[in-house]
Nanobody, 122 residues
Framework: QVQLVESGGGLVQFGGSLRLSCAAS????????IGWFRQAPGKEREGVSC????????SYLDSVKGRFAISRDNARNTVSLQMNSLKPEDTAVYYC???????????????WGKGTLVTVSS
């Protein structure tokens, strides 16, 4: 079964850190561009970070640059998102998603996880 499963969310205080993990089954993440997205209550979903299929280069939403880091572990077929210096405005459900035939995450993604909730208290 082709699926993505996120883990690592939870409640953290302002300034704290969390590491989200996205595990793939049924396919090989290495052949895909992988994105992390988030959706806060009452807001539209936004792209947070992307690691490209071709060269594993990365990109970030401006508001998380310097605080978040995406990484790919091909041996474990996972992609992680290290989140540091968390702020209350980072509170959201975080989703990972994969797209095969694109080097961009600003496209319709092929596979989505169900999400993991991150709550940052002030």
């Amino acid at each position: 079964q082709v699926q993505l499963v996120e883990s690592g969310g939870g409640l953290v205080q302002f300034g704290g850190s969390l590491r989200l993990s996205c595990a793939a089954s049924g396919f090989t993440l290495e052949n895909y561009s992988i994105g992390w997205f988030r959706q806060a209550p009452g807001k539209e979903r936004e792209g947070v970070s992307c690691v490209r299929r071709s060269d594993s280069s990365t990109s970030y939403l401006d508001s998380v640059k310097g605080r978040f880091a995406i990484s790919r572990d091909n041996a474990r077929n996972t992609v992680s998102l290290q989140m540091n210096s968390l702020k209350p405005e980072d509170t959201a459900v975080y989703y990972c998603a994969a797209v095969r035939l694109s080097d961009s995450c600003d496209v319709a993604m092929d596979i989505w996880g169900k999400g993991t909730l991150v709550t940052v208290s002030s």
